[in-house]
Nanobody, 121 residues
Framework: QVQLVESGGGLVQPGGSLKLSCAAS????????MTWYRQAPGRQRELVAS???????TYADSVKGRFTVSRDNTKNTVYLQMDSLKPEDTAVYSC???????????????WGQGTQVTVSS
């Protein structure tokens, strides 16, 4: 019913920048909070940044001042601008959304497939 697709990952040098996108498609009424998570091999998945529908944001301490999350509700898309990237930012970045299917429906969680971000010289 709903698909979240991430894009924009790739290989960058330390100190470089990358912008990720997560676009929602399918049939739904409204998307509320949208969140970026990341997971490196052998490590637990962690929250990176989140945004409510009105655009208020939350960040992990490790990315504050370097990452910026935003959303465009007209495009059903959330973005993650990543600046001053560090090797420890290397991970698969996944998009999570709380989706309401219809006016009288409760929200359900949806995950994207993830996009690889590698920071290396």
């Amino acid at each position: 019913q709903v698909q979240l697709v991430e894009s924009g990952g790739g290989l960058v040098q330390p100190g470089g920048s990358l912008k990720l996108s997560c676009a929602a498609s399918g049939s739904f009424f409204r998307i509320y909070a949208m969140t970026w998570y990341r997971q490196a091999p052998g490590r637990q998945r962690e929250l990176v940044a989140s945004t409510t529908r009105d655009g208020t944001t939350t960040y992990a301490d490790s990315v504050k001042g370097r990452f910026t999350v935003s959303r465009d509700n007209t495009k059903n898309t959330v973005y993650l601008q990543m600046d001053s990237l560090k090797p420890e930012d290397t991970a698969v970045y996944s998009c999570y959304g709380n989706v309401q299917s219809g006016l009288y429906s409760s929200t359900r969680p949806y995950w994207g497939q993830g996009t690889q971000v590698t920071v290396s010289s």
